[in-house]
C-alpha cells in the first residue's frame, strides 16, 4: 500500500517543522548566549534571555530568512548564521569581507559561513559590531508591521529548502 501526502498536509507538516527549527534555535540562544546584547529598532536593548519569548521566536524567523537569502540550506549553517546575527550583529552579513566570502561561488553555499568563520580576525569582528544595524532585524519581504513586535513579525517561511545536516 502507497500513501500519498497531500499538499495541504505537506504544508501543515513544513509549518510544524519550521517551528521546531526556530525553537531549536532559540533554545541554543537562551542556553549559549542569554546576555547577548539585542538591539532593536528604536534604540530598545535587551538580553537574549530578557527578551519576551514571541519576540526571539520573532527574531530567529528573521535570521533563518536572512541565512536562507544567502542559499544556506542546512540547518546547521542556518542555525549557526543566526547565532551570529544574535552574537555579533544583524547585519554582519552586510560587511564588505562577509560579502564576499558569503558569495563566492567557488565554495559550496553552507561552508562559506565556515570559510568566513576561519578567514575573519578579531580585528574584523569588532569593525562588524561596530556597525550594528538594528533595522537589519527586520526584512523587507518578510516583516508584517505590529505594535507588540515593535514591527518584526515575520511571515510566510518555507521550509521545504532547509535540509538536516547529520553532522
Not at 555579533?88 to 553552507?110: A, G, I, M, T, Y
Request: charge should be negative; proline fraction near 5%; charged fraction near 30%.
Amino acid at each position: 500500500m502507497r500513501l500519498s501526502i497531500r499538499a495541504e498536509q505537506k504544508t501543515v507538516i513544513e509549518a510544524v517543522a519550521q517551528e521546531n527549527f526556530v525553537r531549536r534555535i532559540a533554545a541554543h540562544l537562551l542556553a549559549e548566549y542569554p546576555k547577548a546584547i539585542v538591539k532593536l529598532p528604536g534604540d530598545k536593548k535587551s538580553a537574549v534571555d530578557e527578551l519576551p519569548e514571541e519576540t526571539l521566536y520573532d527574531l530567529v524567523r528573521v535570521g533563518i530568512e536572512r541565512a536562507r537569502s544567502h542559499q544556506l540550506t542546512f540547518e546547521s549553517a542556518i542555525a549557526a548564521f543566526t547565532t551570529l546575527m544574535f552574537e555579533v550583529s544583524p547585519s554582519f552579513d552586510e560587511h564588505r569581507l562577509c560579502q564576499v566570502l558569503l558569495n563566492d561561488e567557488d565554495v559550496e553555499s553552507n561552508k562559506r559561513l565556515d570559510e568566513l568563520l576561519n578567514v575573519l580576525s578579531e580585528k574584523n569582528w569588532e569593525s562588524i559590531k561596530e556597525d550594528y544595524d538594528p533595522n537589519a532585524w527586520k526584512s523587507a519581504e518578510v516583516v508584517e508591521q505590529t505594535p507588540e513586535t515593535d514591527g518584526i513579525k515575520p511571515k510566510n517561511l518555507d521550509l521545504q529548502e532547509t535540509v538536516m545536516n547529520p553532522s
